[in-house]
């Protein structure tokens, strides 16, 4: 968490049983240590495609928040994920 903000991806690994002490200072969720049980898409490099597209998206200053929100739901979607953003 930076800035008391709190990325996407961390708001998952805290859906899947990790505490903000876990993800702190943690840059990716495959780099998550502990008893936390991350579904495979998170934990493994050779799945990364999606963790690093949404990491991307979810930092890109030149998209509108709209277009972030469903790009980053489109994602979780896959995944069977249902992204709510709240402002």
Known sequence: MANG???CLGF????YGATTKDILAVGMPMEVQGSVQLPSWLRYRTNRCDVYRAATIND???I???ERESKIR???KRHGIRAVFTK
């Open 12 to 15: 998952v690994c805290r859906h």
């Open 64 to 66: 509108s928040e709209r």
């Open 5 to 7: 903000k709190q990325c």
């Open 60 to 62: 890109n200053a030149d």
């Open 74 to 76: 489109a994602i979780f």
